[in-house]
């Protein structure tokens, strides 16, 4: 591998890196050690220079701090160590600059450093995505009573999002919060329901159903069974948000004794495989719900709209079928998405097949990326 600083780095390679430091200390200002690691990083050609390394496309800040967060958690005596809250706790942070512990904490580990960076892409399972998960898992299945319901994640990552029944979700509005899955979870999710949605499901007797089957797909699914594949994932996630990483690992933690099943693949040409698992592990009769969170931007449009197709065919088959998805704007074909641009940038869409009988696509609402908050609706009734 090369050596990204005892060789002579490219140096508008290097300008073009530094520049994105410069950029995410800016917009994440708010971020008191990652914006000022960050504003450092930008003038320090030595510590940038590891991003280099990286494989094409991925050269970004995120990877670089999740590679040096990897570190700390894996070794929480160095001296960058102790500014991280993921770390020390929150309570035990330290206070004052933080760049000179982490400059020699990087200089000292270019090496595991730069491997981590050469062989790693940044990765993301946001447990409190379950905020609007559940609201539409609640909604998929208003109308579908007793039928036992099989869900089918479609990117899932670790696949923590599959636990959501497992886990309790808050919906808080200034009219009172209602609780969506197991309010004794040690996994605590919440968001602000600013349209009373909660309420709503509540009112039509909507619950988020017992799952009884659970598959995802993923091209590179994380093992929670692997300390080192799930301190990546940790690694990813941004230590300075309050209750991120203790969500994550209380989730991990749950989840790990009966692990939710990814199978490996492209979403597409597995989907079918990870509704038949699902099926059996449900039984024959149960609703499927096929859901997608953040993955299908990652998806070109010819093979999103393979992707519906595939549902359409499969519909023939499956006589309560939904497809949830929590995307970006424009990323799912049939969805008729408002012309206006939509706050939050996560567009909550639902599209239902009742015994082969395809009902309009509904936008059910909008939503923060990460589930701090949720405006939706209930979809019109199938009848
Ligand atoms: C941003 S993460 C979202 C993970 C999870 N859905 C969540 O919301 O926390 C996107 C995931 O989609 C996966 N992915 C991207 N393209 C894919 C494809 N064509 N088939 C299957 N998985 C894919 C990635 O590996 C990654 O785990």
Redesign the pocket.
């Known amino acids: 591998m090369p050596d990204p600083v005892r060789s002579s780095p490219d140096p508008i390679r290097l300008a073009r890196i530094q520049r994105r430091f410069s950029e995410f200390a800016t917009e994440y200002a708010a971020l008191p050690l990652y914006s000022t690691v960050c504003r450092h990083v930008a003038h320090d050609d030595e510590t940038a220079s590891l991003l280099l390394a990286a494989r094409p496309g991925q050269a970004r800040p995120v990877l670089w701090l999740a590679a040096l967060h990897h570190l700390v958690l894996r070794n929480p005596d160095l001296p960058a160590a102790r500014w991280y809250p993921s770390v020390t706790g929150a309570a035990s942070v330290a206070t004052g600059d933080p760049w000179p512990d982490v400059r020699l904490t990087v200089l000292d580990h270019v090496d595991e450093l730069t491997r981590l960076i050469a062989t790693h892409g940044t ?4 447990v409190n ?1 379950a905020v609007y998960v559940a609201v539409g898992l609640a909604a998929a299945t208003v109308d579908s009573g007793d039928v036992p319901l099989a869900i089918v ?5 670790a696949g923590l ?1 599959l636990g959501v029944d497992q886990y309790a979700v808050e919906l808080s509005s200034p009219t009172g919060s209602a609780l969506l899955g197991d309010g004794g979870s040690a996994v605590r999710c919440s968001g602000e329901d600013r349209s009373g949605v909660g309420a709503l499901l509540t009112a039509a007797g909507a619950a988020l159903p017992a799952v009884r089957g659970r598959v995802g ?4 699914p994380v093992d929670l069974a692997s300390v080192d594949e799930v301190r990546w994932l940790e690694a990813c996630l941004w230590p300075e948000v309050p209750g991120r990483i203790e969500r994550f690992r209380a989730a991990a933690d749950l989840l790990r004794p009966d692990p939710p099943t990814v199978l490996r693949g ?2 597409v040409d597995r989907l079918t495989d990870a509704v038949t698992l699902a099926r059996t592990d449900a039984g024959g009769g149960a609703h499927v719900v096929v859901l997608s ?3 299908m931007t ?2 070109p449009a010819p093979r999103r709209r393979d992707l519906a197709a595939v549902l359409d065919e499969l519909a023939g088959t499956v006589s309560h079928l939904s497809w949830l998805t929590a995307e970006p704007r424009g990323c799912v074909p049939g969805l008729d998405e408002p012309e206006v641009a939509l706050e939050g940038n996560t567009v909550l869409g639902l599209q239902r097949w009742r015994h082969g009988h395809a009902l309009p696509p509904t936008v059910l609402g909008t939503c923060h990326p990460h589930g701090a908050w949720i405006d939706a609706s209930l979809p019109p009734s199938p009848s």
């Open positions: 990765q993301t399972n946001e995505r994640e479609l990117g899932a990552s999002l797909v993923d091209l590179e492209d979403m969170s953040w993955a990652y998806l």
